[in-house]
C-alpha cells in the first residue's frame, strides 16, 4: 500500500512538473508563431489585396495549438494536483488534440513548402508584371517586396532598377530570395511541431499511468 502511494506521488509529481513545462512551452510556441506572422520581412510579404494564406495557415495552427497548450498545462497541474481521474482523462483527450494539431502543423511545414512558395512568387510576379506593363504608375507591393527581401528583380534589375532599394550592392533574384526565405520559415514551423509531439506522448503516458495508480488505490481502499 505505501509502495503504491509513494509511486503514485512521484508520477504525481514528474506529471504536475512536466504540465509546468507544457505551459511554458506553449508559451514560447505562441511567441514563435506570433513573431514568424508579424515579423518585419513575413509581415512585408501581405498587400493590401492578397495575402499568402495558404504560409499563414500553418503558422495559425501553430498558435492555435501553443494556446490550447497553455490552457491544458494549466488545467493539467489541477488535475494532477486534486488526484481527479476525470480532469486527468480530459487532460489525456486534450493531448490528443495537439499531437494531431502538432503533427499536422509538422507535415504541412514539410510538404506544403512549395505550395506556400509559389503562392508568394505568384503575388509578386503579379506585381511585377503590373508594373512592367505600367511603370509611371508605380507598385507598392513591388517596393514593399523588395524593401523586406532586399532584393530586385528577377534575371535582372534593369526592368524595375526604380522599385528597389538604393543601398543594394550586387543582384538578387527576388523569387530565388522569396523561396529561401518561405523554406527556412516553414522549416522551423516543421521542427517545432514535430518537437511539441514528442512531448505531449510523455504527457499521455504521464497522465494514464496516474489515472491506473489512482484508480488501483481506490479500488485498494
Same mark, same amino acid.
Given at each position: 500500500?505505501?509502495r503504491?502511494?509513494?509511486g503514485?506521488?512521484?508520477?504525481?509529481? =514528474?506529471?504536475?512538473?512536466?504540465?509546468?513545462?507544457?505551459?511554458?512551452a /506553449?508559451?514560447? *510556441?505562441?511567441?514563435?508563431?506570433l513573431?514568424?506572422?508579424? /515579423?518585419?520581412? *513575413?509581415?512585408?510579404?501581405?498587400?493590401?489585396? !492578397? &495575402?499568402?494564406?495558404? $504560409?499563414?495557415?500553418?503558422?495559425?495552427?501553430?498558435?492555435?495549438a501553443?494556446i490550447?497548450?497553455?490552457?491544458?498545462? $494549466?488545467f493539467?497541474?489541477?488535475?494532477?494536483?486534486?488526484?481527479?481521474?476525470? =480532469?486527468?482523462?480530459? $487532460?489525456?483527450?486534450?493531448?490528443?488534440?495537439?499531437?494531431?494539431?502538432?503533427?499536422?502543423?509538422?507535415?504541412?511545414?514539410?510538404?506544403?513548402?512549395? +505550395?506556400?512558395v509559389?503562392e508568394?512568387?505568384?503575388?509578386?510576379?503579379? +506585381?511585377?508584371?503590373?508594373?512592367?506593363?505600367?511603370?509611371? !504608375? /508605380?507598385?507598392?507591393?513591388? #517596393?514593399?517586396? %523588395?524593401?523586406?527581401?532586399?532584393?530586385?528583380?528577377?534575371e &535582372?534589375? *534593369?526592368?524595375?532598377?526604380?522599385?528597389c532599394p538604393?543601398?543594394?550592392?550586387e %543582384? !538578387?533574384?527576388c523569387?530565388?530570395?522569396?523561396?529561401?526565405?518561405?523554406?527556412?520559415?516553414?522549416?522551423?514551423?516543421?521542427?517545432?511541431? #514535430?518537437?511539441?509531439?514528442?512531448?505531449?506522448?510523455?504527457?499521455?503516458?504521464?497522465?494514464?499511468?496516474?489515472?491506473?495508480?489512482?484508480?488501483?488505490?481506490?479500488?485498494?481502499?
Open positions: 500500500m505505501g503504491v502511494q509513494g503514485m506521488r512521484c508520477v504525481k509529481f =514528474l506529471l504536475f512538473i512536466f504540465n509546468f513545462i507544457f505551459w511554458l /506553449g508559451s514560447a *510556441v505562441v511567441a514563435f508563431g513573431w514568424l506572422r508579424f /515579423g518585419e520581412v *513575413v509581415r512585408d510579404l501581405t498587400t493590401e489585396e !492578397k &495575402s499568402p494564406e495558404y $504560409f499563414y495557415m500553418g503558422l495559425y495552427v501553430l498558435v492555435g501553443g490550447l497548450m497553455m490552457t491544458v498545462g $494549466f493539467g497541474c489541477c488535475g494532477a494536483a486534486r488526484e481527479s481521474q476525470c =480532469l486527468l482523462g480530459a $487532460f489525456f483527450t486534450c493531448l490528443l488534440v495537439i499531437f494531431a494539431a502538432e503533427v499536422t502543423a509538422g507535415v504541412f511545414a514539410f510538404i506544403g513548402k512549395k +505550395a506556400a509559389d508568394v512568387q505568384a503575388i509578386y510576379n503579379e +506585381a511585377y508584371d503590373n508594373y512592367i506593363k505600367d511603370a509611371e !504608375k /508605380g507598385n507598392k507591393t513591388l #517596393i514593399q517586396f %523588395h524593401d523586406a527581401l532586399q532584393c530586385c528583380g528577377k &535582372s534589375d *534593369v526592368p524595375v532598377k526604380a522599385t538604393k543601398d543594394i550592392q %543582384h !538578387k533574384n523569387l530565388e530570395e522569396i523561396q529561401s526565405l518561405i523554406n527556412s520559415k516553414l522549416h522551423l514551423v516543421g521542427i517545432v511541431g #514535430i518537437a511539441i509531439a514528442g512531448i505531449t506522448i510523455f504527457g499521455m503516458i504521464f497522465s494514464m499511468v496516474l489515472c491506473c495508480a489512482i484508480r488501483n488505490t481506490r479500488d485498494m481502499l
